[in-house]
Structure formats: structure tokens, C-alpha cells
């Protein structure tokens, strides 16, 4: 009797030996989904799998899973110029994580009869040095409109977003011109780092 109940002690001590050996090395996280680019922007009606180019996932165990991620979601945010984006990436283990940013976004414009007006900037990006004086009109480099001059509809400029020139951080600004027949021009985003 003494004997079977060590080699019943013995038997369940290997078992659950090799229960807590398993269930220690079974892979239970997901991979790490990472943005790597900043400056991407949806346009509604736009092909979605564009936003995927910005993404990479890495699994501890997997290695680049990449490939595996997905677009859950895309939803326009009350503001009408941001969008959260929901991706989702799976391991060979089935492990999901998800990852929510929030990204510029443009609505899908609708036909106007008459065409409207049309802004360039220099540029999209810009870097300024903590204190430096900064107006967002001065990088508009070309104005496209029937009938309004320059001076007209950069009195109409519409610059949606703040920035603090005096605070180190990441700004997004949205610029457009309104012309006299309230038709809204382009709508131009740029990236402010305030260092």
C-alpha cells in the first residue's frame, strides 16, 4: 500500500511537472503593433489598405508578422478631420492585440459645378525651435481660384488644430481658403514639431 501511494505521489509530482513546464513556455502574447509613420492621412473613398504601409506587428516568438495585420476599423471622429484607425495582428499562436490611432482625415468632397479654389503649400513639415514666431499663411506657396485674388483668399484662411510655439511636443494643423461663394478649397495638413 506504501508503494502505490509514493508511486502515486511520484506520478502526480512529474505531472504536474510537466502541466506547469508547458503551460510556462505556451506563447500567450500577441505581437507588438507598431506606427512608423506619421504623416499618413485617410481620404475617405480612398483604398484603406494605404494605411497598412504605416504599420509593422513583431511577435516575441514569430518574429515580423506583418503581413498578418488588418484594418478593423476605420471611424471619422465628431471633428471631421481626425479618424481612429483600429488595426488588428495575429501570431501563429492566435494571440490578437490591437492597436487605435488617431490619424488626419478627409471626407469625401462633393461635386461642385464650379471648381474650387486650390492651395500648394511649400511644405507639409516643418521643424521650429522652442519661441520661434511661426504663421501657418506664409507656407501656402500658390493659390488657384477664378475669381479672387491672393490677398482675398488668404484672408479667408481657415487653420483648424492649435500649436504652442513655447511647448516642445508634435502639432497637426489643417489649412483651407473659403472663397466669396463659400466654396472651401483643398484642405492641406501639416506636421509641426516644436523642439
Known sequence: MRKFILLASIFTVILTGIFILLSVSEDRMGPVIEVISSDVVYCE?????????SVTAIDDRDGDVTNAVIIEDILPMIDNITAKVTYVAKDKSNNISKKEILIPYEARQTEEE???????????????PIGTSFEPAS????????G?????LISNLTIVGE???????N??????????RGIE??????WIEVK
Open 45 to 53: 473613398g480612398k483604398d484603406p489598405q494605404e494605411l497598412l504601409k
Open 171 to 180: 502639432y497637426v494643423l489643417l489649412l483651407y481658403v473659403t472663397d466669396l
Open 114 to 128: 464650379e471648381v474650387p479654389p486650390k492651395i500648394t503649400l511649400s511644405t507639409n513639415q516643418i521643424l521650429l
Open 148 to 152: 479672387q485674388s491672393r490677398k482675398e
Open 139 to 146: 507656407l501656402i506657396s500658390e493659390i488657384l481660384d477664378r
Open 185 to 190: 478649397s483643398n484642405k492641406e495638413y501639416v
Open 163 to 169: 500649436y504652442d510655439i513655447d511647448t516642445p511636443g
